[in-house]
């Protein structure tokens, strides 16, 4: 892996593929480290002809943390008091630019879940001209009628951080299990091995923090999206208890001419058995950029 430069921080991140071939730059989610994409997805889409990027995005994984800044207060936050907002999805988009510039792509596709379906989102408002196309994976627009999570998965995702590594790891394990795919159930032991391999690389929980302040901090993208005219594709779980399906449904209809792709019985997570047919789909999307 490397480290480069990009916005006044460092980013980790790592390559597959030819860098002869179109740049697709994944950004992962909320807290995600970027192995969060996982090695075998990668190759598949460097097999597909593109030079993959995947990077730690800022305050999570080995890129920079930005513990100088205050802890946020997301109730105050979602009230309209932004002061303890730290930064906005704006800012990690510019991230990805700096890294753009950085690695020397002028304009890539890019993929992203989650909170990086969001960033690549405000990409392709804010810097439209440094994409081929985007895809946005298991997210939402900031409409709050929209994408709403289940109780339970918020209450799950707000817990105290655990104090000990083998708590951390339970509770990751149980995260995992209960907001993966009811249609593609992960073995535990895969689970347990993730989570410690997780743990291990790089743990910052108030990286996390202030990952969802970014995102209840930016608002409402609906209009802005209206705008995009790039080749655009979303997919999303109708299993998803995060982030409910119909985020993905709204950024569709958001989007001029977006492709929608919804699989049945995906959860929070991009079970193994999906890869192909996601793969298929990024390269329906990039086949059609200019």
Known sequence: MARAQANGLEFEYDTFGDPANPALVMVMGLGAQMITWEDGFCELLAGRGFFVVRY????VGLSSW???LPAPDLAAIAGGDLTTAPYRLSDMADDAVGLFDALGIGRAHVV??????????QLAIDHP????SL?????TTGDPAVGRAEPWALALLSRPPANTREQAIADSVEGYRRLGSPGYPDDEAFLLAKAALHYD???HPVGTLRHAAAVVASGDRTAGLRSVRLPALVVHGDADPLIDVSGGKATAEAIPDAEL???PGMGHNLPRAVWPELADAISRVTARSK
């Open 56 to 59: 730690d995005n800022r305050d």
């Open 66 to 68: 930005l513990d100088h």
């Open 112 to 121: 992203g879940a989650s909170m990086g379906g969001m960033i690549v989102q």
């Open 129 to 132: 001209d440094r994409l081929l």
């Open 135 to 139: 895809t946005s994976i298991m997210s």
């Open 201 to 203: 690389r790089a743990r």
């Open 261 to 263: 792709v919804v699989i």
